[in-house]
């Protein structure tokens, strides 16, 4: 089994709806949560970083750890098409010693039709 | 502007023939780290370098050699590859190791070994 489970997609949608994202993970040591955008032939980048349990929120989007369940999701309200792109979720444990151990998920492919 | 830089972006070799995938980061990060992206495996690492001369062993090392002689950069070496060892890589760099620390990834180098 793996650390952690996101399913891959694709998921499609059209512009304007409420997307959910989740991962589920294994691992109760996990602490720290993130989400990263993957545009197409680009590099991840860090869209929402979470600490434990609750919710946060950044304009359109809004994160959530739901910790007893081993549950994270991201919400993206009025989506657009600019949304477009792989959804990475990362978690990791409190470092013991020696560098993060970050975990990733395998990514969701997301398309946002106009 | 600040940015984890590779090269090449594509690369095509053949099995055994040494290669070297460069990565150069301009804002003064300690931590390094090189990944391969796999469909349906996510992001795995592949080895990590928390400052000057000092690196280790991430997920999946086999294969691969790294070294760190000046902090901005973290070059990837393939001594002998092998088609197995087809994938997209990413170098990423961070301030520190701390899990809070946002990873900045590079743009990705796809490699193809035939």
């Known amino acids: 089994q793996k650390e952690v489970e996101q399913d891959p997609g694709p998921l499609s949608v059209p512009e304007g709806a409420i997307v959910s994202l989740n991962c589920t993970y294994s691992n109760s040591a996990f602490q720290y949560f993130m989400w990263y955008r993957q545009y197409s032939r680009k590099g991840p980048e860090l869209l929402m970083y979470t600490y434990s349990s609750g919710n946060k929120e950044d304009g359109r989007f809004t994160a959530q750890v739901d910790k007893s369940s081993k549950y994270i999701s991201l919400f993206i309200r009025d989506s657009q098409p600019s949304d477009s792109a792989t959804y990475l979720c990362?978690?990791?444990?409190?470092?013991?010693?020696?560098?993060?151990?970050?975990?990733f998920g395998q990514g969701t492919r997301l398309t946002i039709n106009p | 502007e600040a940015q984890v830089t590779q090269n090449p972006r594509y690369l095509i070799t053949v099995t055994g023939k040494k290669l070297t995938v460069t990565c150069s980061q301009n804002?003064?990060?300690?931590?390094m780290s090189w990944y391969r992206q796999d469909p349906g495996l996510g992001l795995r690492q592949i080895y990590y370098s928390m400052n000057v001369e000092v690196t280790d062993k991430g997920d999946v090392p086999e294969g691969y050699k790294v070294s760190r002689k000046e902090k901005r950069n973290f070059p990837l070496i393939l001594e002998s590859p092998s088609p197995n060892q087809t994938s997209l890589y990413f170098c990423?760099?961070?301030?520190?190791?701390?899990?809070?620390?946002?990873?900045?990834f590079g743009n990705g180098t796809r490699l193809t070994v035939t």
């Open positions: 990423a760099s961070s301030t520190h190791r701390g899990a809070n620390s946002p990873l900045h």
């Open positions: 990362a978690m990791s444990a409190t470092i013991i010693q020696g560098a993060q151990k970050l975990v």
């Open positions: 804002m003064n990060h300690e931590y």
